[in-house]
């Protein structure tokens, strides 16, 4: 499965888009983007996912370079409520799905 | 909506005491995962499951064992447990696919002392 790398942590302005990239350089052709994040002291939430096409739905958009290489997830209007940890991982198709989760990126929303 | 329900969400025990964690999932996936999670160490796999009384390693398998007797319940269990082992436990279930996203429960908070 292809390491992702995510800043230890980010600071953005509520009501500001918040913009979290990830690095996700060794994907390999059938492996998708995902996104989920912690919220304090609750299980990871799933959040969205692509192959290689932008994809929007009520929570975030994500985009995906064309080489696949990386990737952003953004909050359009961050609130208070998405402080969360937010994790960028990698699914290779086929098979069940061993997944692993690194630290993540910290981000804060600030008042 | 799925729902994924751990036992506890705090747990106490003590040095050498077997524990047990469960984990049931309502939507009838096929994978079910435990992972522990630790400050600055992100999530960490402990073992899989993609079938009943079928399971895998994850990366940090040692001092845990697991049990799928069935389909919707997957337990952890600490044989003997340790200082080293308080942690936030969490379990995930998962339909089997290519694309399918992983559901978490809440978590348990263990402490041993």
């Known amino acids: 499965d292809a390491k992702t790398t995510q800043p230890t942590s980010m600071d953005c302005a509520e009501g500001r888009a918040a913009n979290l990239p990830c690095n996700h350089s060794?994907?390999?052709?059938?492996?998708?983007v995902y996104w989920y994040r912690q919220i304090h002291s609750q299980g990871p939430q799933y959040i969205i996912h692509g192959l290689k096409n932008n994809e929007t739905n009520e929570m975030a958009s994500l985009i995906i370079t064309e080489d696949r290489k990386s990737s952003t997830l953004i909050l359009p209007h961050a609130t208070l409520r998405d402080t969360a940890v937010y994790y960028c991982?990698?699914?290779?198709?086929?098979?069940?799905?061993?997944?692993?989760f690194g630290t993540g990126t910290k981000l804060q929303v600030i008042p | 909506d799925v729902k994924v329900t751990q036992s506890s969400r705090y747990l106490v025990k003590r040095t050498g005491e077997k524990v047990f964690l469960e984990c049931v999932q309502d939507m009838d996936h096929e994978n079910m995962f435990w992972y522990r999670q630790d400050p600055g160490l992100g999530l960490r796999l402990i073992y899989f499951?993609?079938?009943?009384?079928?399971?895998e390693k994850g990366d940090i398998p040692e001092g845990y064992s697991v049990s799928r007797e069935k389909k919707e319940r997957f337990s952890l269990i600490l044989e003997s447990a340790s200082t080293n082992q308080t942690s936030m436990y969490l379990c995930a279930s998962q339909r089997q696919g290519a694309r399918e996203t992983q559901y978490f429960g809440p978590g348990t908070r263990l402490l041993v002392l």
């Open positions: 991982i990698v699914y290779r198709s086929g098979g069940y799905q061993k997944v692993t």
């Open positions: 060794t994907i390999s052709g059938n492996e998708y």
């Open positions: 499951s993609y079938d009943v009384k079928m399971k």
